[in-house]
């Protein structure tokens, strides 16, 4: 059952990172997901394990983990989708 819940925290995460960077998350719900999880070890890293905790994920270090990695990834992309092909 804890798996369930990191799976639905991790997508909330995940969404919630999206909303605020106003971008999409590719990948859909499963990006959602790995963005969370990705983003919440992220947070973990930079700013440690601090305020509430909600199904094994501390909320506020992880959601601003995921949007760190969503910024990171989002200028991957970008650079790598933005070359012209001669």
């Known amino acids: 059952m804890s798996f369930l819940w ?3 925290v991790g997508g909330i995460i995940g969404w919630l990172a999206g ?4 971008r999409d998350i590719p990948g859909g719900v499963i990006g959602n997901i790995i963005a969370g999880i990705l ?21 506020l270090p992880s959601l601003i983990g995921a949007v760190v990695l969503i910024f990171i ?3 991957i992309l970008r650079s790598v989708g933005g070359r012209s092909r001669s």
Do not use: D, K
């Open 19 to 22: 909303l605020i960077m106003g």
């Open 39 to 59: 983003g919440s070890w992220l947070g973990g890293l930079i700013l440690g394990n601090w305020g509430p905790e909600v199904g094994g994920f501390y909320v």
């Open 73 to 75: 990834v989002s200028l």
């Open 6 to 8: 990191m799976l639905i």
